[in-house]
């Protein structure tokens, strides 16, 4: 069985910083895209950052400059270091990628992890 879990999630306050991972079990990372989305209480799930195979990325203009996507693909993880939170930030937070399993590749979403940035 594949899984996405995730982990790292919590409350800090506004300024604080909060690094996220997303680690595959049951299958390995495959295909190109991989990234991050997040959910907040009453708005739909959003953009965050995607990640390709060859480490190119794109943020949402939102979280440029004080997030970064990265991935450990030996040890089928990725990361999500958020700098300089701002209560706007606070939402259940979302791992999406493909993953390998039995010859066949499918995309699957984490758990989520709940991020809350307040004083």
């Known amino acids: 069985q594949v899984q996405l879990v995730e982990s790292g999630g919590g409350l800090v306050q506004p300024g604080g910083s909060l690094r996220l991972s997303c680690a595959a079990s049951g299958g390995v990372f495959s295909g190109n895209y991989r990234g991050w989305y997040r959910q907040a209480p009453g708005k739909q799930r959003e953009f965050v950052v995607i990640?390709?195979?060859?480490?190119?990325?794109n943020y949402a203009d939102s979280v440029k400059g004080r997030f970064t996507i990265s991935q450990d693909n030996a040890r089928n993880t990725m990361y999500l270091q958020m700098n300089s939170l701002k209560p706007e930030d606070t939402a259940v937070y979302y791992c999406?990628?493909?993953?390998?399993?039995?010859?066949?590749?499918?995309?699957?979403w984490g758990q989520g992890t709940q991020v809350t940035v307040s004083s």
């Open positions: 999406n990628a493909p993953v390998l399993r039995a010859g066949e590749t499918r995309f699957y």
């Open positions: 990640i390709t195979a060859s480490n190119s990325t």
